[in-house]
């Protein structure tokens, strides 16, 4: 860098003070007045000063710049200086100077422009590509790194093909021709729309190419997403339109937004009288269940009400549509009720024939945790896997016919019948031809040609005998003989018929206490209790309880059309402290009338609902006065009497028949044979 020292600290000395400073080493700056603007610039950019100039010639200097105007002081410091260094006069000074000013500016306004134009180029969306003659490329913007995946810094320099294989902008250096909207697929994959423009310079001379290009992966995948979504809508519109259900849809505020024909047909209502209208417009008894859930945001189930000008019975389901987290209206699906009616006649027909041939439950539906319930389980599940005989033992409504249906469903033979058999329910008269058939004429009144009994069509399946120390002593020795031979002969007959049948026989009875009063038969005892299982009543495994009303509350929601959550912590405690002579029917029995005394928009059974749980005992005094009609003969009294003392000790034990006969001192089959006569129902008392 050169040594420069400034005679002269005037206006002049300070400017060029101000442009040297930057690009040599100002070694003094000498002036006679030491309060000149220059020597106050110069002591603050810490350089020397001095009133004499003569001080500060050295050797080393290059230059000295006088700017003094004086001539006198211009001879004497070229007099004094050494042949080394260069004098410059004031004017030479003020002309570099203002050259100097000049390039600065220039190269300050260039690099303005620069920076201006880089921000453009690289601030804009679509990617840019500039190549020369060579194809070369010598400008790459940030958005063709973006859209290409290769920085600038190792792209310029190269070959467009390095870095572009598919590239096309070569092409428009031989043709001189603009491309505009040429479609190109990179090597990544992306999809780009581009136009190429080749460079010429004021000689209309090629210096190179130009290509700006924008990615269009988005826009045409966005594209396509909106075609699906159009064909969806279309879809789900047409599916809506096609249902047979009745669909009302309305939005956050409760106003229609739309129907489908199916409402139409079944309200009588169009879609002018609904769309835009409140929730209400077609209630014609009722409250509106679009509202509840509006306010709610719970879905509303089964609920019954009427529609439409015709006041068409109907049941509503209804829903909230909630968008991420959001409510934005509600569904509704209507069902006229006279087709809900058909359904249940050809649901009822079809539960009674599962009920007669299949059996319906499994293990899975089995609930028990505690150790008194996992041990019968688990003999169960042994005992399903071989032929042996079954002997379920247990408490009524302890679930021995659950048990049952899991044995036969996990057996080998789960895919042929399950016949299930009552046998305190049958008369004993037609209990054996029941069982094992008859021939055609074997008694006034049988069939032509014969008809066959339960083994029979219980053949390569299972029979469940229920109640089986109820069997009279005749039947017991032909059940013995079937158990013994595989064979049984039908009442009136007198070819054995060979059968292939697992039974699976239930008691509640002493069978041991039985066989010493001699009601029962020691040997056919023998044959059944191959595989005793123990199943435990309620009262020993409450801890069951919570679950065992979960499952129930289901079933009973499915039956009865309702939503009912569960048991609050307080009604659990209570079921747990009772003992449940009745066993898991029993707490059926309770949770269903607890949740038909629920309100609608109550959804937990409180310790209010439940009944009050006492003692078996029958309620009330049973007063002889009270059912005496003076101009009834006395057999009719009686009956009448009987049927009211029958009554009063089943509901007093919750419907427990086997409890009832017990107190009554008549035997099952008895009772069931009085319950007909007077008819009682029996399901209703469950």
Not at 539 to 558: G, S
Request: hydrophobic share 40%; aromatic share 6%; with cysteine.
């Amino acid at each position: 860098m050169q040594k420069i020292m400034i005679v002269g600290a005037g206006k002049g000395g300070t400017a060029i003070l101000d442009i040297f400073k930057q690009t040599a080493e100002v070694a003094a700056v000498i002036d006679i007045n030491s309060g000149a603007p220059g020597i106050l610039a110069a002591k603050k950019a810490g350089i020397q000063t001095g009133t004499d100039w003569r001080e500060y010639i050295s050797e080393d200097l290059d230059i000295i710049i006088e700017v003094t105007g004086d001539e006198k002081v211009f001879r004497d410091l070229r007099d004094a200086r050494e042949k080394s260094t260069v004098l410059i006069p004031g004017s030479v000074a003020f002309l570099i100077a203002s050259l100097l000013e000049e390039k600065e500016g220039l190269i300050k306004a260039l690099r303005k422009v620069t920076y201006e134009h880089d921000l453009i180029f690289n601030s804009t969306g679509d990617g840019m590509v500039v190549i020369n003659t060579e194809g070369i490329i010598t400008l790459f913007n940030r958005s063709a790194e973006k859209i290409i995946g290769t920085l600038s810094e190792d792209a310029e320099g190269k070959q467009i093909f390095e870095v572009i294989p598919s590239s096309k902008l070569p092409r428009v250096l031989n043709t001189r021709k603009v491309e505009t909207n040429q479609e190109l697929i990179l090597a990544n994959g992306s999809k780009i729309i581009t136009t190429r423009i080749p460079i010429l310079d004021e000689n209309d001379q090629l210096i190179g190419a130009f290509s700006v290009f924008k990615d269009i992966t988005e826009v045409v995948n966005l594209a396509e997403e909106i075609t699906n979504l159009k064909e969806i809508q279309t879809m789900l519109q047409a599916i809506i339109n096609s249902s047979d259900e009745a669909i009302s849809v309305v939005d956050e505020d409760g106003r229609g937004i739309l129907i489908n024909p199916a409402y139409t047909r079944i309200t009588g209502l169009k879609e002018e009288q609904v769309i835009g209208q409140p929730a209400t417009a077609d209630i014609s008894e009722g409250e509106s269940m679009h509202m509840q859930v509006l306010k709610t945001r719970r879905p509303v189930r089964g609920t019954a009400m009427r529609v439409g000008p015709n006041k068409k019975e109907v049941v509503v389901n209804v829903a909230p549509i909630i968008v991420d987290g959001i409510l934005k209206g509600s569904v509704g699906v209507i069902h006229d009720m006279s087709e809900i009616q058909n359904l249940n006649r050809e649901l009822s027909r079809a539960r009674q024939i599962i009920r007669t041939l299949e059996a319906k439950y499994s293990f899975e539906d089995i609930i028990g945790q505690t150790e008194e319930m996992t041990i019968p389980i688990e003999q169960a599940k042994l005992g399903a896997k071989t032929p042996a005989t079954v002997l379920l033992r247990g408490e009524s409504g302890t679930g021995k016919e659950l048990f049952a249906h899991a044995i036969h469903n996990a057996s080998d033979r789960k895919f042929n019948k399950f016949i299930r058999v009552n046998c305190a329910a049958i008369s004993e008269s037609l209990l054996e031809s029941e069982l094992f058939g008859y021939e055609e004429g074997a008694f006034s009144g049988a069939k032509r040609g014969g008809k066959r009994g339960f083994f029979e069509e219980a053949n390569n399946g299972s029979i469940f005998l229920d109640e089986i120390g109820e069997l009279p002593a005749n039947t017991q020795a032909k059940l013995l003989r079937v158990l013994q031979e595989r064979e049984i002969v039908r009442v009136g007959g007198s070819k054995p018929v060979s059968i292939n049948v697992r039974v699976i026989a239930a008691t509640n009875m002493n069978l041991e206490k039985a066989i010493a009063n001699g009601s029962f038969r020691e040997d056919l005892y023998y044959r059944l209790n191959r595989m005793p299982i123990h199943i435990p009543p309620l009262r020993r495994r409450k801890e069951d309880i919570p679950e065992l009303c979960e499952k129930l509350i289901r079933k009973i929601n499915q039956d009865y059309g309702r939503n009912v959550e569960g048991v609050s912590v307080g009604a659990v405690k209570k079921l747990m402290e009772y003992d449940w002579p009745g066993n898991v029917r029993e707490l059926e029995n309770v949770l269903g009338r607890a949740i038909i005394f629920l309100n609608y928009n109550e959804t937990i059974i409180e310790v209010q609902h439940l009944p009050e749980l006492q003692s078996g005992q029958p309620k009330g005094k049973l007063e002889y006065a009270d059912s005496l009609i003076l101009t009834e003969t006395l057999s009719s009294q009686m009956e009448k009497f009987e049927a009211k003392i029958i009554r009063d000790t089943l509901e007093a034990v919750n419907g427990n028949k086997t409890l009832t006969a017990k107190k009554l001192g008549v035997s099952v089959r008895n009772l069931y044979y009085k319950l007909e006569k007077h008819g009682i129902e029996i399901d209703g008392m469950q």
